[in-house]
Every structure is written in structure tokens, then in C-alpha cells.
């Protein structure tokens, strides 16, 4: 490669030396030759010419090799430039995920992140253990519908001059589980996005009160959960229910309150769309099934406010048989579908205490037999938790409601890790992948590797894979071409009134 280098640098001169010495030769033999004086300086003449010729070529050649070797030479130091820019940026992000860390692991100060909708999209672990949440049951969710109506409307003007850009500081006194008041410092600090504009705002939540980091104020107990109380002690899940039930109740008669909820139809039911991936082959509309307890003024209490008070007293039961029966007898009032569209699905989350109730399936075929409703209409989600907690009466049910024609999907799939062992027994139809893996798929390799799997071994077993948590299209993009066949999540449906479908 360096020698053909050289060549091309000398190969002009090489060619200039050859015409010079070419050109002396050819007029000392006219000279000798006796052609005469005129004919000797015509030839010499010509050649004289000709030599400056070459010379300007081989001067053309010469820049030309000059410019493209400096064009070499600013490739070479913008690829340097670059190479020094990747190893800072690597350096950043490493110094990055530390101080992520620290701010989503180790910060003792409560810190969300809530987007221009409203929506929180990021929160540290003090938020979530302070609520008593998992992370799938925070994210996407509306700043309205964690801290209930009540409390959203007293903090609503910070919210929306924090929305317009302006920082907002305040002062928030709640009376805590221990009957004593405690002080909080918030702060609500706007987000700009790279046009200047307001894309958000970050709130912060600190404890002015001693032992305010234990503190768990009474509006907070209003957030979206099906196990708000995870990792509390046994008596501070007390404190809280005991607390909680005169809130809602009124009174100390708090079982009589949720039962007369469900005896007079005070709940309402509500749909979120999960999305097929794959256009060519038609598919039943497949909806999951959400539920709200009617506030005064028609407001509507997420189930995260009620569902402790149900789990204290045993009643999830007799709240998961209300949804039942109201779903059949929604769609029992509803025309057939004109062939050859499929009946629509309704996935319906299931309590473990509902599936170790052994009256529960025949309660289920009872009255799908009373309104002459197909089974397929009903598909039951089992929590892949609830899964591994309650193995045997899982593989009982399972089997039961399967034998009366419903259909069976295991929530919240590979959440602690991704194992098929807890399905060796059970027949199911779906698999919901747990939407903290979906959050980070574009970004971390390790769940991207965890969705390949659980897509690739539910083909082979006939199982179909639904990913929770979709927020947006590109995360829809790759998981179309990993194979997903399903997506649910704010960013492809909001929730709408059951009322409401077609």
C-alpha cells in the first residue's frame, strides 16, 4: 500500500523527466543530422511546448493528490474528535446512571416527575415505598388519580402554574395514621424542553416533621393498587385500614359500607383497549377491566383507595363476582355481531382469595348459562405472584373455569424473573408482560433479552403475548418485530366507561 502510495506521487515527474529527456535526444539528433537551423528551432518549438504541458499535469496531479490528502487528514481528526467525544459521553453516562441511582434508590426525599398531560413518569424508590407500590401501578398513571380528587383539587393551582413554567414552593400540613399532624415542604420545579417551553415539572416532598421519612399521609393512601400495603408491617397495615375505613365509611361499620357499594350498584366499571399487532387476521376486540367506586358528586375513587379496605375484610370475593355478573349482563344486552367478526374479550383481574374460592367457577358458569353469554367473553388474569403463592388452587381453577369454556392469561410475567417452571400444569392463553420490562426495553439490553425470550417460548407453547405498560410508537415498533401479539397501555388506549363500547 506505501509503495503504490509513492508510485502515484512521483508518477508525474517520472513522466515529465521521460518528455525532457525524450525532447533533448530528438534535437541533438536533428542538430547532428544537418535539418538546418529553421527546422531545428520549429521542433524545438514544439517540444518546448509540450514540456509545459506535462508540467502543468503533473502540477494538477500534485494538488489534487495535496487536497485529497488533506480531506484524509480532517477525516482522520474529526474521526479522533469523535472517538474522544464517545469516550467522554461513555464517562457521562457512567457518572449518569450513579447519580440516577442515588436520586431513584438512595434519595430519602419523595421525587416524581409528572409530564405537560399530567401523566407521572418518573418516580423514586422512597415514592413507591411510601405509597406501598410496585412501579407498574405508578407509571402512566394520572398525578389526578394517585392523590384522588380531593387532594388534587387542593394542590390543582400549583400544579397548573407549575405546568406554565413557574416554580412553586409550599408548605402542606396532613394528619398522619399516629393522630398527630405532620409538615410537609414541597416544591414543584418546571422542566423546559430544548424549545424553552414547559414539558413538565419535578415535585419533591420532604418531611419537615422528626420521623417524617416513616410518615404515610392520609391522600396518599388514595393511589392506584391492587396490594397498596406490599412490604408494610402488620401494624401499620392495621393503622391504615382502621384509618382508611372511617374515611370512607363514615363510621366504624366498614364491611356494611362496601357490601351496601355492591348491593346498590355504587361501583361502575370501565375499559382499557388491548391492541393487536398483527393487521392481516381479524381479532376479537379484547378489553381489560377496570373498576371505580362512585364519590360524592360523581367522582370516581381509583381502586387503590378501596381495595385495602376489601382485601382487610375478605370481601374481594364478593366485589369480583359483582364484575362478573355485570359484565355478562352488559354483554347479554348487547346484539350478536354480524359473522364472521369475534365476540369481544374481556380480561378481568382476579384476587386470590376469588381463585382459592372453590364456589367462584360454578358461581362463573351459573350465570353465564342464566344469560346465555359464550364463555369465551370472559378471560380471567391471574397474577404471575399470586402464581407462584398459590400454585395448587391456580392449577385447580384453572382447570375448572377452562372446562366451562373461559379463557385464563397470567399477569405481570417475568416481573422478579423470567421463568416458565410456575405454568408446568396450567393451560393458558395468554401471557401479560409485566410492564416494568416493557418501560425500559429501549433502553436497557437486559429486558430487550427478557421480551425475546418470553416471546419465543409462548409461540412454542401456543401461548399468546400481551405487553403492559406501551407508552409509546416506537416501543410498539419493536415489539411488533419481536413477535408480541398484543399491547396495552395509555399510549394505545386510555380507559373509557364499559358503557360506552359499542
Aim: include cysteine; aromatic fraction near 8%; charge should be negative.
Amino acid at each position: 500500500m506505501r509503495r503504490r502510495l509513492i508510485y502515484r506521487s512521483v508518477r508525474p515527474y517520472v513522466s515529465a523527466v521521460a518528455v525532457v529527456i525524450t525532447a533533448t535526444l530528438m534535437v541533438t539528433a536533428i542538430y547532428y543530422n544537418e535539418l538546418g537551423l529553421p527546422w531545428v528551432s520549429f521542433l524545438t518549438g514544439v517540444l518546448a511546448a509540450a514540456i509545459p504541458a506535462m508540467a502543468s499535469r503533473a502540477s494538477r496531479a500534485e494538488w489534487i493528490i495535496t487536497r485529497r490528502e488533506a480531506k484524509l487528514a480532517s477525516v482522520q481528526e474529526k474521526l479522533n474528535n469523535e472517538m474522544r467525544m464517545h469516550h467522554g459521553l461513555m464517562h457521562k453516562l457512567g457518572t449518569s446512571k450513579i447519580q440516577l441511582h442515588l436520586l431513584e434508590q438512595l434519595l430519602p426525599v419523595t421525587a416524581i416527575y409528572v409530564d405537560a398531560e399530567g401523566l407521572i413518569r418518573f418516580h423514586n424508590r422512597s415514592f413507591r415505598d411510601w405509597l406501598g407500590l410496585r412501579g407498574e401501578h405508578i407509571d402512566g398513571r394520572s398525578l389526578r388519580d394517585v392523590l384522588g380528587v380531593k387532594t388534587f383539587g387542593e394542590v390543582s393551582v400549583a400544579v397548573g402554574k407549575a405546568l406554565t413554567g413557574q416554580p412553586v414552593a409550599f408548605k402542606h400540613s396532613c394528619t398522619g395514621l399516629d393522630g398527630r399532624t405532620h409538615e410537609f415542604h414541597v416544591d414543584y420545579l418546571p422542566y423546559l424542553g430544548s424549545d424553552g417551553k414547559p414539558s413538565g415539572f419535578f415535585a419533591l416532598q420532604t418531611a419537615l416533621a422528626a420521623g417524617g421519612d416513616a410518615f404515610r399521609p392520609a391522600y396518599l393512601t388514595e393511589a392506584v393498587s391492587a396490594q397498596p400495603l406490599a412490604g408494610k408491617t402488620s401494624a401499620e397495615q392495621d393503622m391504615f385500614i382502621e384509618s382508611f375505613s372511617e374515611e370512607l365509611s363514615g363510621g366504624n361499620d366498614a364491611v356494611a359500607r362496601i357490601m351496601a357499594a355492591i348491593e346498590q350498584d355504587e361501583f361502575r366499571l370501565y375499559c382499557q383497549r388491548i391492541v393487536p399487532l398483527a393487521t392481516a387476521e381479524p381479532h376479537a376486540d379484547h378489553h381489560e377491566v377496570l373498576i371505580r367506586l362512585i364519590e360524592e358528586e360523581e367522582g370516581m375513587m381509583p381502586p387503590g383507595a378501596f381495595f385495602p379496605l376489601v382485601e382487610k375484610y375478605d370481601l374481594m370475593p364478593h366485589l369480583d363476582r359483582w364484575v362478573v355478573h355485570h359484565i355478562i349482563d352488559w354483554a347479554a344486552s348487547r346484539p350478536p355481531r354480524p359473522a364472521p367478526s369475534p365476540e369481544a374479550i374481556f380480561f378481568i383481574n382476579l384476587a386470590l382469595p376469588t381463585m382459592s374460592d372453590p364456589e367462584f367457577p360454578t358461581y362463573v358458569h351459573d350465570q353465564l348459562d342464566a344469560y346465555g353469554v359464550a364463555p369465551a367473553l370472559l378471560c380471567f388474569e391471574i397474577t404471575d405472584s399470586g402464581l407462584m403463592q398459590r400454585h395448587d388452587d391456580a392449577v385447580v381453577f384453572v382447570k375448572r373455569i377452562r372446562e366451562y369454556g373461559c379463557r385464563v392469561a397470567i399477569s405481570g410475567f417475568g416481573h422478579e424473573r423470567v421463568s416458565f417452571e410456575s405454568l408446568r400444569g396450567l393451560k393458558v392463553d395468554y401471557l401479560k408482560i409485566d410492564g416494568s420490562i416493557i418501560l425500559h426495553l429501549l433502553q436497557d439490553p437486559t429486558e430487550l433479552a427478557k421480551v425475546i425470550a418470553i416471546a419465543r417460548v409462548a409461540k412454542t407453547i401456543g401461548v399468546r403475548t400481551v405487553a403492559e405498560l406501551v407508552e409509546s410508537d416506537d416501543c410498539i415498533v419493536k415489539l411488533r418485530g419481536l413477535g408480541v401479539d398484543f399491547v396495552q397501555g395509555f399510549g394505545v388506549s386510555t380507559p373509557r366507561p364499559l358503557s360506552d363500547l359499542a
